[in-house]
């Protein structure tokens, strides 16, 4: 089945790393994304890795990718109040194998609270 | 910014009503998708078009149709709406594989 799990809430201190996990369940997943989405607004993608990598750095971010687990997750380095929002993770899977082409199945979102 | 638009931002309809939304792909971008995101949760894939066809679709009733247009810009149309059509409808346009989103637009169904 197509399923993305995620916690629902996660709070930190200023300053802090924040990790936010991820679970998929289609092992035929190319790419994972992380995208981040502030109140009202659509979403903004963060980062992406591939899924014969197991980490990728990206300024402030890190992703590790453990594929034997299916799990995912996001670190953010030094949080800040700005990075208050909602993370969702996503997994692309295979619309039509002869366009190349994607449709992402979703978690439920966590919702990031950064303490001044 | 993505570059990718939709209109309107936001929609006010009655039960039964039937409604249509934008979506301006980013230039180069020959594919849309289209997702659902009702109140506190994640995005559901509703269809996506691929050179003006449609090329895969989610489990959302006939009711829920699209175009695409020769500039790659696409509409979603939902007829009959009910109140639980209420909900933030984001699309996102493609190319290789990364979707990037437009700021969506938000329907309440009265």
Redesign the interface.
């Known amino acids: 089945g197509e399923d993305v799990e995620q916690s629902l809430f996660l709070s930190v201190r200023e300053g802090d790393s924040s990790v936010i996990n991820c679970t998929y369940t289609d092992s035929s997943s190319t790419y994972l994304y992380w995208y981040k989405q502030e109140p009202g607004a659509g979403l903004q993608l963060l980062t992406y890795i591939f899924s014969n990598m197991d980490m990728k750095q990206d300024q402030r971010l890190t992703v590790l990718l453990n594929k034997k687990d299916k799990h995912l997750s996001l670190r953010i380095a030094d949080t800040q109040t700005g990075d208050s929002a909602i993370y969702f993770c996503a997994e692309s899977i295979s619309v039509r194998l002869s366009s190349g082409t994607y449709k992402y199945i979703f978690g439920t979102g966590t919702r990031l609270k950064v303490l001044a | 910014e993505?570059g990718v638009t939709q209109s309107p931002t936001h929609l006010i309809k009655t039960r039964g009503q039937q409604v249509t939304l934008r979506c301006s792909s980013q230039s180069g971008h020959n594919?849309v998708?289209w997702?659902q995101q009702a109140l506190?949760?994640?995005?559901?894939?509703i269809f996506?078009y691929?050179?003006e066809e449609e090329?895969?679709r989610?489990n959302f009733p006939p009711r829920f149709s699209g175009l695409q247009f020769p500039n790659y810009s696409s509409e979603l149309n939902v007829n009959a709406l009910e109140l639980d059509d209420s909900a933030l409808y984001?699309c996102?346009s493609?190319s290789?594989?990364?979707?990037?989103?437009?700021?969506?637009t938000?329907l309440l169904v009265l």
Do not use: E
């Open positions: 993505t594919t998708s997702y506190g949760q994640g995005p559901q894939f996506q691929y050179r090329n895969g989610g984001l996102a493609s290789t594989g990364t979707q990037y989103f437009g700021p969506g938000r």
